[in-house]
């Protein structure tokens, strides 16, 4: 029975067949940037053609911002991805690949190597782009390659190996040990190492134990989880039956995801359903002792439901209030009993650990932090998206070699932020930053689950700080006063600044209160959430004293002390921005300068827009 | 147009909704995600019923009710704007959007259209952030929004709402 669920796969996945091939991006993104309209048209082209192709819906690759993405792989030849596909591009596509058997130089970005076939000339290599020459890919070894609804395709680039090699060759011990080996840390933004927690929950007496799996992803910024459980989620899977194994026989596990991922609950519910039947889940799984089930709860809309107890709570039907630690999970989690509750990031890794050892994967990273860590790459950055780094990455080589540099060419870097609502600004000084554990906190923010915000010179620092603040004093639960108060009270502040009515003293008042709402909270939402605020006043006190002292917004964002004006000396007096004006505070006579009420003026920013000359700033 | 339209709800209904659970007591909020998908929001109604089915005291239910900012005690409208507000978003613009539409359909967020066709709501991260400014309605993600693209959008709902009102 082990053999044949693994090894009498039928022939009806894009892996294995002689076929040619059509992929397209169906994650998020890519249903996002129309690719059911792509699909629809496929389709038809197709049928017009005649053609005998089998169309393979995958997941995130990682190149969001190129999305829609399509792939053509003809029998014996190499993947071609075409990048921002419009139904115009299709057609070209199909006319070079299935009418002049080339492809279609124009739109294709590069070619992804198929064992036993041939490349083409004259098309870069996925791994030579520099998008991807600086990433290591294990956890998302699959995404975007695979179809996500195929186990049978998980099972082709060896899913579901490492479970039966832990079940049926290695102890619990043993696989705990490997973990232990891997130095594999929480990728759910604590970095606690998983051996440890894995055998703490072994430990713990009793019969029964449960498995919980954060998918809860509430860091605003951040979708690596959402990539790995909409585009590989039996890895999700695996991960989690290896750990019910590893802690002495878990019987029962829960997905808590947040509700805002329809699309990865969707993926998720079928790859329970085709585990099952093939006995990967259930009742004695591949012939062992071993009887494990899943079920996926899901989130209701609140943040602090993605710290772990808080999480527990609501498995269990409560409000999401976090409980003060110990008691930890691993000795009374869900219903009182030993539970180990991991990222999905964490154990989607965990297949591949047991699968080629833990020292394997601990060859990858730096010195304390090892194997490697997701980003989700956005703001103002060319190539936004999804990317896998070994951990010590320089923040630079992430940011220029890998994320291409700025968006908009002319307008420099100014800060990254890491670790969302709970982290803080790195500014140019910092690019050098290795981005790990240890090195991002020393650098004043933290690795987090892996968000990282890059802002331009026209962003607004303390707007930023702001929005974060504003995030979490949302989301704070109110058990406690440091935590509810004491966030409201910093916001006011930092509101006030906006408007253009800070006074002296505000920064103090600040830092203090921040270091009063850090150590007295609960749990790491208020622990936290002064972070944004001390890590921008650490590098960017100018631009702080810069709203108070002078009134002034060197991003332009704060829309208070935003003050357009016509520089006399640019102006060629063209009269474009007079008719944009909504509040008709533009006043221009043929042949002069234009003149801005500021009075009247509500900041729409339409004039600067509509000037050529770039004379209105 | 349209009123608000509150639902009727039953003893009977809710009891059915309840019995697909196994363990009741940990599917408090599960049991009021499916009323909510029956009905579109929590009737007041529902919210008893669901509590002296499971046994549990209504300070209790109305706990969770609260606590969780995905549950509406209120109808809300035909289409759902749910314009992401989170990180990435915020700084390409999503605050423009909020505020097209509010300019557009003259409503705050969290309300809905007198004629209960819009609701606007902002969240916090819809996981597509390489494509902000993202918004997601009726489970539909539109990524690399304007404040003009969002209009055409309205637009759009608006039409299909009319053409489905139009007898066959
Ligand atoms: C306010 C708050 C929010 C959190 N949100 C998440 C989350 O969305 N996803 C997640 O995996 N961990 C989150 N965590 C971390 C979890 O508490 C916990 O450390 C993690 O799930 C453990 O798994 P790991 O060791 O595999 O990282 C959050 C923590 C706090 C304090
Ligand atoms: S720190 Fe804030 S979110 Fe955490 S338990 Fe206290 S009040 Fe709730
Ligand atoms: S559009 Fe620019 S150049 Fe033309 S009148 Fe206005 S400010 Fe002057
Ligand atoms: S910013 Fe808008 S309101 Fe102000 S002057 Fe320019 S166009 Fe008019
Ligand atoms: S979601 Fe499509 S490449 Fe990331
Ligand atoms: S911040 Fe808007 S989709 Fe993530």
């Known amino acids: ?617 | 147009m349209a009123e608000v339209k509150y639902a009727e709800v039953t003893y009977e209904d809710i009891e059915e909704i309840c019995e697909e659970f196994s363990n009741r007591e940990g599917a408090v909020v599960q049991i009021l995600q499916k009323v909510q998908e029956k009905y579109g929001y929590v009737p007041a109604d529902a919210l008893e019923f669901v509590g002296e089915v499971l046994e549990i005291p209504k300070s209790k239910m109305y706990g969770v009710l609260t606590f969780y900012s995905q549950f509406y005690q209120e109808p809300r409208g035909k289409f759902v704007l749910k314009v992401c507000v989170g990180t990435a978003c915020h700084v390409r613009g999503a605050g423009l959007l909020v505020d097209k539409i509010k300019e557009e359909l003259h409503i705050e967020p969290g309300e809905n259209t007198e004629d209960m066709l819009f609701t606007l709501e902002p969240v916090a991260c819809l996981g597509s952030c390489a494509l902000a400014p993202m918004a997601m309605v009726q489970g539909t993600a539109y990524g690399k929004l304007s404040a003009d693209k969002m209009v055409s959008l309205i637009r759009q709902f608006e039409e299909e709402a009319e053409k489905e009102q139009e007898p066959v």
Not at chain 1, 362 to 391: C, D, M, Q, R, W
Request: hydrophobic content about 35%.
């Open chain 1, 1 to 617: 029975m082990l053999t044949e669920a693994l090894e009498d796969t039928p022939v009806n996945s894009g892996m294995q067949t002689d076929l040619p091939v059509i992929y397209i991006g169906m994650a998020t993104c890519g249903l996002a940037s129309g690719a059911r309209g792509l699909l629809d048209l496929i389709k038809k082209e197709v049928e017009k053609r005649q053609l005998n192709v089998q169309i393979v819906p995958t997941g995130c690759i990682g190149m969001c911002h190129n999305e829609p993405l399509v792939d053509v792989k003809m029998p014996g030849k190499f993947r071609v991805s075409y990048k921002n596909v419009k139904p115009m591009t299709l057609t070209q596509i199909f006319e070079s690949h299935f009418g002049k058997n080339d492809f279609a130089k124009k739109y294709a970005i590069c070619q992804i190597p198929v064992e036993g076939s041939d490349p083409y000339e004259g098309l870069a290599l996925m791994s030579d782009l520099p998008f991807f020459k600086g990433q290591v890919k294990i956890v998302t070894r699959r995404c975007g390659m695979i179809d996500p609804l195929s186990i049978e395709d998980y099972i082709a680039m060896d899913g579901y190996k490492a479970l039966k090699k832990a079940l049926t060759t290695m102890t619990p011990e043993e696989v705990v040990e490997q973990v232990t080996k891997s130095g594999l840390r929480g990728r759910g933004g604590g970095g606690f190492p998983t051996g440890l927690k894995w055998s703490l929950t072994q430990k713990s007496p009793g019969p029964e134990k449960y498995v919980v799996c954060n998918a809860d992803e509430g860091d605003p910024g951040a979708f690596m989880d959402r990539s790995v459980l909409e585009g590989d989620p039996h890895a999700v899977l695996e991960g989690m039956i290896i750990a019910a194994y590893a802690v002495g026989g878990a019987r029962k596990g829960y997905i808590y995801c947040r509700a805002e991922y329809p699309l990865a609950i969707r993926h998720l519910k079928k790859a329970i359903d085709d585990a099952k039947s093939r006995n990967f889940l259930g009742d004695k799984i591949l012939g062992t002792d071993l009887s494990f089930d899943i079920e996926i709860k899901e989130g209701a809309g609140a943040y602090v439901c993605g710290e772990e107890t808080a999480l527990l709570a609501s498995i269990m039907g409560e409000r999401g209030m976090p409980w003060p630690k110990p008691p930890f999970p691993a000795q009374k989690g869900v219903w009182g009993k030993p539970s180990v509750i991991n990222n999905v990031e964490t154990l989607g890794n965990i297949g591949h650990i047991i699968l080629n050892g833990g020292d394997w994967y601990a060859s990858y990273g730096s010195e304390k932090t090892k194997g490697t860590k997701t980003f989700a790459l956005t703001g103002s950055i060319k190539n936004s998206g999804l990317i896998e780094v070994p951990a010590g990455t320089p923040l630079r080589e992430i940011i220029y070699s890998i994320g291409g540099g700025m968006v908009e060419k002319k307008i420099p870097f100014k800060a990254a932020q890491l670790g969302g609502p709970s982290g803080g600004c790195i500014p140019v000084d910092g690019l050098d930053t290795p981005v790990d554990f240890e090195n991002v906190v020393a650098a004043g923010a933290i690795m987090g689950s892996g968000g990282i915000v890059v802002m331009d010179e026209a962003a607004c620092i303390v707007d930023t700080a702001k929005f974060f603040l504003k995030f979490t004093q949302d989301e704070s639960c109110g058990e406690c006063t440091p935590c509810r108060v004491g966030s409201k009270i910093m916001l006011d502040i930092l509101t006030r600044i906006t408007e253009g009515k800070g006074q002296e003293g505000d920064l103090d008042e600040l830092v203090r209160l921040s270091m009063y709402v850090k150590s007295n909270s609960l749990c790491g939402l208020g622990g936290a959430a002064p972070n944004p605020v001390l890590s921008t006043i650490r590098y960017f006190r100018e631009e702080y004293e810069a709203h108070i002292r002078d009134k002034r917004c060197p991003g332009t964002v704060c829309n208070d002390l935003i003050k357009y004006v016509v520089i006399e000396e640019d102006c060629t007096t063209c009269g474009l921005c007079e008719p944009v004006c909504p509040s008709g505070s533009v006043t221009w006579e043929k042949g002069e300068v234009a003149h801005i009420d500021l009075t009247t003026c509500i900041r729409c920013k339409a004039c600067v827009d509509a000037c050529k000359f770039r004379a209105i700033i």
